[in-house]
C-alpha cells in the first residue's frame, strides 16, 4: 500500500472540462452541472484500500449532500490493463454494490486525471457554483487500520461553507491514498 499525497491544484482553478462514460455507457460532461452550487469531483477507483475504507462513507455523503444541490461525481482513471479491478465492468459491480447514487466515470486515456492533476485515490476536488476550486484535500483524518472514526470532517467543512455562500478556509491538508495507476509511458510530469 503506498502513500501519495494530492498535489494540492491552486485554489480558483477553473474545473478542467471532461466527457466520460457512466457505468451505463452514458455520456457526463462537467457542463452537465452548471449552475450546480457546489460540484464534487472524486478519484477514487475499486480496489484502493484508502476508497475501500470510505466506501460506504462515500455512499452516505451523496444521500445527505445531493438533496441539497450539491452535484457529486466520481472518475477512475486507472490502467485496467495492469488492475482489472478497476475495469468500467468492476467499476459497475462497485457502484451498484457501494449503492454510489452518483455518476462514475471511466477515464480511459487518462488526460482528465492530468488536467485535475490527480495523484491518488481517493483525491478530491470542491468547486463553488462558478466551478472555481475551493477545496482540494482530504476526506477526514480516518485512515485504513488507524483506528480513527471516519467523519468525512474536512470536506463536509468544505462543502456546508460553500452551500452557506462562505469562503472555504485555505488551510487545507492534502489527500492520501494510493497512486493512480498510470499505464507505461503515460505518467504525469507533476510529481
Known sequence: MSLTPSTMLPLGTAAPEFQLPDTDDKLVSINDFSGAPALLIMFICNHCPFVKHLRSALAQLASEYTPQGVAIVAISSNDPVGYPAD??????????????????LFD??????????????PDFFLFDRDQKLVYRGQFDDSRPGDGKPITGHDLKLAL???LAGNSVAPEQRPSIGCNIKWRTGNEPDYF
Do not use: H, I, L, N
Not at 475495469?87 to 449503492?99: D, I, N, Y
Open 87 to 104: 475495469s468500467p465492468q468492476k467499476m459497475a459491480e462497485e457502484k451498484r454494490s457501494a449503492g454510489y447514487s452518483f455518476p462514475y
Open 108 to 121: 480511459a486515456s487518462q488526460d482528465v486525471a492530468k488536467a485535475y492533476r490527480a495523484a491518488c485515490t
Open 160 to 162: 456546508d461553507a460553500v
